[in-house]
């Protein structure tokens, strides 16, 4: 966020300005107002009126008195953009209105044909006014407000019916939770497109990759696949943005004559509408927006795959209706696929850091949606089969999506005489050992975990900034210093000397003493990343956390058993089956002691609570209800039972304390009903320590 202190907006506190103190009640609404008018300038405007600490402080104040007063939280507060629990499935819901898909045009031509064909059906209009917009590449949404409050939002699906992903959606910023209007309509329905920027994407794509995980073909798939999460703290992570292009006002219909207003009338009620939209008088400035963006739109930050062009007038667009698939007052027209023709040079064979083995075509340059291209991923020998792809080959390649290059076919009339077919070798090229194909997967594998490939992809990895973040540890040094034979596993960089570093090629005196002591200092990295950098399969950066919270140390994850594992919030099966079995790995066992005995943080800091004295609540009788700001409902128990105190599953009138989170039910009544001790989380906690002290 720029720093644009002295015009930023002071936020008045608790204790200060004409208000005086306020009622909690008040001040509830108060921050919730503020917090939503800073995100609203920020992710919509982008024109930021607070400081990120101001709004962090902010935040924070009303999730404290959120966990005080449970019964006050409303569902369009800024706090309720990420969900406590995941979903176990979604549910499928009707659409009110269906959403339509659009017919495509691929050149000018067809677009002239469609204008012909509305106006035979409206031949009383010669030419009318257009709104052209960009087709954004992401999923179709359809938000519905009531009284102004975002009530559901559900995928496209079949037009008919879709999934139900509120909770997903409202971690999108630049989606209201409430409409910015002062006397909004009873029900509003809003589409439009929710999208991954590029940037975005790539930062997913190098995460999936670091963790050994399928990367996204495109920021499209992408998009869908994170609205598709089960776990909307997955989907906060990921900075989805949404355009607004479709507005629905049932029973108001009158209000709101044009696509154009309609587009005036999302932007005042607080959505982003593209900046690029753009109101046409007839055809022919249509043609030229559309030419005009061909080679603009390689320059925006997002994927754009065409031009969607609408008739402005609502009454004509009502006049011409629909077909069975498709409205007749708009259409897709098409920017062609970026594809370009090339010569393989040669097929190259890659072993990653899982040992997964990807074949890769080197070609001769070409340009290809404005970089040059010169490696195609083949992605596995199904497809060099499949395709038929040999070394001098002329192939036509295309930006998938317009970022990962991939042979879409051969010319195979262009072949040259004497080539053959391509088979992926049955030894890995870095350490010659067998390679195996899992039954379930397509990729082969080196399953040699002292193949030097998987080391050297391993050691990039540990040092990467998510992981242990040791700075001058790239690529090059580590395969200078497998080469020199100086380390053999994670472990033997911290026995790495300046003296030893001083050999290699390129390294000072200076740098070698910045690189042992960026080593050494790695040591304080905590637990979770130095989880994250062990690089167990699946185990990205979030669930490199998740686990790390869950499991205080390397010697309790160890233990765990895969249904405990997969028993984690967030954790599948898979990802606890690979947890499990690096665990059982004689290797990996050496490994962790060898860190273990370098001192590494392989175990979470003890808090002040997990170190009070335990029997300091003996007799004490406590419910849990609702669910907690920060403690799962085990821990606050463990933690109510390591200090003396019992935990019970319902409240009577020998019930000292009631411990009270988010939508707590009956037994918050029962409780206030017989006058019992209500405690939040933040009290329990309080209670905790200063029993203890
Ligand atoms: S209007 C009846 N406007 O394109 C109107 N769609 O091929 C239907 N899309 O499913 C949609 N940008 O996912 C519309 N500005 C835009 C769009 C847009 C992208 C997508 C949308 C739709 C698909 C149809």
Redesign the pocket.
């Given at each position: 966020m720029p720093k644009l202190a002295a015009q930023f907006y002071r936020p008045q506190t608790i204790h200060e300005g004409k208000l005086g103190v306020l009622e909690p009640a008040q001040r509830l609404a108060q921050l919730r107002q503020q917090l939503q008018k800073a995100s609203y300038a920020y992710y919509v405007l982008d024109a930021p009126i607070m400081e990120d600490s101001v709004y962090d402080q902010l935040y924070r104040e009303l999730q404290a008195l959120e966990s005080q007063y449970p019964q006050w939280i409303t569902p369009d507060s800024p706090t309720q953009r990420v969900g406590e629990r995941p979903a176990s499935q979604f549910t499928s819901v009707r659409h009110r209105i269906s959403?339509?898909?659009?017919e495509n045009a691929f050149n000018l031509p067809e677009l002239r044909q469609w204008q012909e064909r509305w106006q035979r059906l409206a031949p009383d209009v010669p030419d009318a006014e257009y709104v052209c917009?960009l087709?954004?590449d992401g999923?179709?949404i359809a938000l519905t407000y009531e009284a102004g409050v975002l009530v559901q939002g559900v995928t496209?699906g079949d037009g008919t019916t879709g999934e139900e992903i509120t909770q997903n959606l409202r971690t999108i910023r630049s989606i209201p939770l409430r409409l910015a209007l002062d006397s909004p309509p009873p029900i509003v329905e809003v589409r439009g497109?929710a999208f991954l920027p590029l940037a975005e994407f790539h930062r997913i794509n190098q995460e999936r990759e670091q963790a050994g995980e399928a990367l996204f073909a495109n920021p499209r798939n992408a998009a869908a696949g994170t609205l598709r999460q089960l776990d909307s703290r997955i989907v906060s992570q990921r900075r989805l943005q949404f355009f607004a292009?479709?507005l629905h006002l049932p029973g108001q219909e009158e209000q709101i004559t044009s696509q154009w207003q309609a587009l005036e009338y999302l932007k005042q009620a607080g959505f982003v509408v593209n900046p690029h939209c753009q109101l046409c008088p007839d055809l022919t400035v249509v043609t030229e927006y559309f030419e005009d963006w061909e080679g603009a739109r390689q320059r925006l930050p997002y994927m754009t795959d065409g031009v969607?062009v609408k008739l402005n007038d609502y009454a004509l667009q009502e006049r011409l209706g629909f077909t069975q698939k498709f409205?007749r007052w708009?259409i897709?027209l098409k920017y062609p696929a970026e594809e370009a023709p090339t010569v393989v040079k040669d097929i190259q064979v890659n072993v990653g850091r899982t040992g997964a083995v990807t074949p890769l075509a080197v070609m001769a340059p070409v340009q290809l949606a404005g970089t040059t291209v010169q490696r195609a991923t083949l992605h596995n020998q199904d497809r060099i089969t499949a395709l038929d792809i040999r070394i001098g080959d002329t192939v036509i390649i295309r930006k998938a999506g317009e970022i990962i290059p991939e042979v879409v076919r051969v010319l195979s009339e262009l072949r040259p005489t004497g080539t053959q077919p391509f088979q992926m070798p049955t030894h890995c090229p870095e350490c010659n050992s067998l390679l195996v194909r899992p039954a379930t997967e397509a990729v082969i594998r080196c399953i040699n975990s002292s193949c030097p490939a998987i080391l050297r992809g391993s050691l990039v990895h540990w040092a990467s900034r998510d992981a242990l973040d040791i700075r001058g540890l790239g690529e090059k040094v580590v395969v200078a210093l497998l080469q020199h034979q100086l380390v053999r596993s994670l472990a033997d960089l911290y026995r790495l000397t300046e003296s030893q570093l001083s050999q290699l090629e390129r390294f000072g005196e200076k740098s070698a003493q910045n690189l042992v002591q960026a080593i050494a200092d790695s040591k304080q990295q905590p637990w979770e990343k130095v989880l994250y950098g062990l690089g167990i399969r699946h185990v990205g950066v979030v669930n490199a956390r998740v686990l790390a919270e869950q499991f205080p140390s390397v010697a309790a994850l160890g233990q765990a058993t895969v249904a405990q594992l997969a028993g984690v919030y967030g954790i599948g099966d898979e990802i606890a089956q690979a947890v499990f079995d690096w665990f059982r790995s004689p290797a990996n066992q050496a490994l962790l002691q060898d860190l273990e005995a370098l001192e590494l943080t392989l175990a979470r800091p003890q808090t002040s609570v997990e170190n009070a004295s335990p029997r300091s609540l003996t007799g004490k009788t406590f419910v849990l209800t609702g669910t907690l700001p920060t403690l799962k409902r085990q821990d606050a128990q463990t933690l109510i039972e390591q200090a003396g105190g019992k935990v019970t599953s319902s409240v009577s009138a020998k019930t000292d304390f009631v411990v009270v989170g988010e939508n707590a039910g009956s037994k918050l009544a029962k409780a206030q009903a017989l006058n019992l001790t209500l405690l939040s989380e933040e009290e329990l906690l309080a209670l905790l320590v200063s029993e203890t002290t």
């Open positions: 959403l339509y898909s659009l917009e087709k954004i999923s179709a496209r497109e292009y479709t969607v409205p708009a897709a």
